[in-house]
């Protein structure tokens, strides 16, 4: 039987009209389950009997088992969640002021190998179906009834570009309408620059956030990998190309590590790298982990950093990462699949 959570509207309403009823019908589904949280054909009372039944026989609710669960000091709660598969994804619901953001999965493991982050260490076991990343919203919508979800970013588990066929479908669904109804603004999709599938999330469909990390192609290759194939430039020509952005910008993430990044001649460089482009700038500082061999900067070099592209009239701002006491920081997840392996 499928899942309800791998159905876009449009392929649902062809469903329904295989069954003998008018595609609006779909419509009334979206709005039960996304909007209404029933997960029950039997209980949708506007919708003829005999399509509940034809329903109930095809398509299935069933989502993630919620087996874990972590609260961190700053009011993030860390989610484990277990799948038919017997494999274990992690999502964090992260609240700051004025809104609640769930930070969602794409895959189990990562073939990307990003030398900083521990996911990258674990491997790419395999994608997540576009119903196990619906599934995580859905799961944590329940469990946390009175925090809405206000954004999502897709910065969790895995590259979402690498799982673009099922992402694309995931974010129809969020997207939608009837469905979970969340503006493109309020979806971020953080990619490590793998500029074929960004060329299918144009403006309008998320927002973008790019991994760069580095200011040089052997720096950023010796973090990165991907880098042979997606080289920096590459990933900054793109950016700098696009058109029909209105007030929107791509935001570039990097990684401040101790001593290997994190100097004014990084900043400096930096500057140089991304002038003449329209950005915004996220400083992270790196969030240690017993798996790899690199520290957190200091806080000192933090802001001399900043204080650097600011002077040059860059969009910029440090992110501090949220559940890093729980092990649900930027580059910490699924810490859990290393420790089995020891």
């Known amino acids: ?63 993630p088992e919620v087996s874990e669960i972590v609260h961190s000091e700053d009011g993030s709660v860390k989610f484990g969640l277990l799948l038919n598969s017997g494999h274990l ?107 074929d599938g960004l060329r299918s999330i144009a403006p309008r469909k998320a927002q973008i956030a790019i991994s760069l990390n580095a200011t040089n192609e052997v720096a950023r290759t010796e973090l990165m990998p991907i880098n042979r194939i997606y080289p920096l430039r590459d990933i900054v020509d793109y950016v700098r190309g696009l058109k029909n952005m209105g007030r929107q910008r791509v935001t570039f993430e990097y990684v401040l590590i101790k001593g290997i990044n994190d100097s004014p001649k990084d900043a400096q460089a930096l500057s140089e790298l991304l002038a003449g482009v329209r950005c915004k700038i996220n400083l992270i500082p790196y969030n240690a982990s017993p798996h790899t061999r690199f520290q957190t900067p200091e806080d000192e070099a933090v802001k001399a950093f900043h204080d650097i592209l600011l002077k040059r009239h860059f969009t910029v701002l440090v992110r501090e990462s949220h559940a890093k006491d729980i092990a649900g920081g930027c580059g910490q997840l699924g810490m859990k699949y290393l420790e089995e392996k020891r």
């Not at 930070?103 to 790419?124: E, L, N, P």
């Not at 588990?157 to 493109?184: H, K």
């Open 1 to 63: 039987m499928d899942s309800f959570f791998n159905y876009t509207l449009e392929r649902l309403e062809t469903v329904v009209e295989n069954l003998g009823t008018k595609s609006y019908r779909a419509e009334q589904l979206f709005q039960w389950v996304y909007q209404r949280g029933v997960l029950d054909f039997y209980a949708m009372e506007n919708l003829p009997k005999a399509l509940r039944s034809a329903l109930a026989q095809e398509l299935s609710f069933e989502m």
């Open 89 to 195: 994804v992690e999502t964090v619901l992260m609240p700051e002021k004025g809104r609640n953001t769930l930070c969602v999965s794409t895959q189990i493991g990562c073939k990307m190998a990003c030398q900083f982050c521990v996911t990258g260490h674990i491997g790419f076991v395999r994608d997540l179906s576009t119903a196990e990343i619906i599934g995580q919203v859905m799961s944590v919508k329940r469990y946390a009834r009175n925090k809405r979800i206000t954004n999502i970013v897709f910065m969790g588990m895995g590259e979402p570009l690498d799982n673009l066929e099922n992402l694309m479908t995931a974010l129809a669904i969020i997207q939608e309408r009837f469905g979970l109804d969340f503006s493109y603004r309020r979806v971020t999709v953080s990619t490590v620059g793998l500029v």
